[in-house]
């Protein structure tokens, strides 16, 4: 080993470290960097040996337990494996044993608090396998393919435990938020036992006066039938923004689907429909009135999408005037299928698409905030090519994922387990 404990006084400790150097830059690089991870071993025993009890009878839960001696246990760190004697506990009358250093320590398995949050992060945005190759190739750390899945399914357990208790604080905002946008979507992932399903996201975005977002809060369920628990975390989550924001206007924003609706009306004082799923529906339009040329196609089709998002009453207008073309019986089966569609969703929705009116506020119109969510939160990761799932797997994933990607979230989950601890079993 390159390096050597010289000295401990009270919290400080003195290393020396040993490197040898090289006429090859990298090869130098690459003996720093074990010698530092020798040092760090060298620095994490003493830190795990400090806090280790002094071998005094302790009491839990109005138990008195007394130590068995110090035994031997091999820990897992950021700069590799260290073995250290801690005193381990058991009731005089036996039974479970415990160890005041690993729940002092905040050890999740066999790791330390910063290894599991660098394997969890590194998780949540790629495999296991590339979790692997990164730590062997780019900290000189080899690792188990099953301990990455293990100590990273740790870690979304006590994610998904603390859900409710632990509150998350948004960013520092230097602008006041006036307006929260709310919205919901799914999207298809494959599951080792059922085949596809829907995998649902939420995102609460946050929006100042001139409609800038600021921040946004993601939240990601595997596939379940009815989306009760989904709806439920979402919901809660609601109300601590509201708690948070009592002032700012909320807005349900979203696509035609009717379930999407029957959840967002409840909770938000605007419902906008999406301004692409709005639009989309005009080209049925556009093919009715011209069927035969494409230019006036084009050129009605830009002036309407310009009409419907910029001018008062657009929407009532639009709908008139495809319901007076959907009673000609000119056009051919599938344009007067198209058209009806566009009617019924115009009839339907028209209340939810006064744009103008949303965008002299400052509202957001569109749900691409939610679009893109269904891709950064779920598809980039869970649907990956070859990919397929079991459902725990799944929402460790997406507990981990939602977590690192709403900003701010993951540290302090981190600073929050590591003041508070934990004490689910793993």
């Known amino acids: 080993m390159s390096a050597q404990l010289l000295s401990q006084e009270g919290t400080q400790v003195r290393i020396e470290v040993t490197i040898d150097l090289s006429r090859s830059l990298l090869t130098s690089e690459e003996n720093i960097q074990e010698s530092l ?18 071998g005094s009878a302790i009491e839990i839960a109005g138990d008195v337990m007394r130590t068995k001696g110090k035994q031997p246990k091999a820990y897992q760190t950021p700069y590799g494996e260290v073995v250290i004697e801690r005193h381990v506990y058991q009731r005089s009358g036996g039974g479970k044993t415990d160890c005041p250093l690993e729940r002092a320590s905040r050890i999740i398995i066999t790791s330390t608090p910063l290894f599991a949050k660098q394997v969890s992060s590194k998780l949540a945005y790629g495999s296991a396998r590339d979790v692997q190759r990164d730590l062997a190739e780019n900290h000189q750390r080899p690792v188990a393919v099953s301990y990455i899945q293990r100590v990273s399914e740790a870690v979304a357990t006590i994610i998904e435990a603390k859900e409710e208790s632990w509150d998350y604080v948004p960013p520092q905002l230097e602008v006041e938020i006036c307006s929260v946008a709310i919205g919901l979507d799914g999207t298809c992932m494959l599951l080792c036992e059922t085949g596809w399903r829907e995998a649902m996201v939420g995102t609460i975005s ?6 800038e977002r600021q921040h946004t809060i993601y939240i990601g369920a595997t596939p379940e039938y009815g989306k009760k628990k989904f709806l439920e975390r979402l919901e809660q989550e609601i109300q601590r923004t509201k708690a948070r924001y009592p002032q700012a206007t909320y807005i349900g924003i979203a696509d035609g689907a009717a379930s999407n609706w029957q959840f967002l009306k409840h909770h938000t004082h605007e419902q906008v429909l999406d301004f692409y799923h709005a ?27 310009h009409h419907l998002k910029h001018d008062l009453g657009a929407a ?16 051919s089966k599938t344009i007067q299928d198209n058209l009806a569609a566009a009617v019924t969703y115009f009839q339907n ?19 691409g905030v939610t679009e893109a969510a269904c891709k950064t939160v779920i598809k980039q990761r869970l649907c990956c090519s070859g990919m397929r799932w079991k459902e725990k797997g799944a929402a ?31």
């Open 206 to 211: 946050l929006y100042d006066a001139v409609g």
């Open 316 to 331: 009532t207008h639009l709908y008139q005037q495809m319901l007076e073309l959907s009673q000609s019986s000119e056009q």
């Open 396 to 426: 460790a994933i997406l507990s981990l994922r939602a977590l690192v990607l709403t900003s701010t979230r993951w540290n302090q989950f981190w600073n929050k387990l590591n003041q508070y601890g934990f004490s689910i079993a793993l």
């Open 37 to 54: 991870n020798d040092a760090g071993r060298v620095a994490t025993e003493a830190a795990l040996e400090y806090l280790d009890t002094d």
């Open 279 to 305: 639009s989309a529906y005009l080209g049925a339009v556009a093919v009715a009135l011209y069927p035969t040329d494409l230019a006036l196609q084009r050129q009605w089709l830009q002036e309407n999408c």
């Open 349 to 367: 929705h028209q209340h939810q698409m006064n744009y103008a009116l949303y965008r002299s506020r400052n509202y957001p119109i569109g749900s």
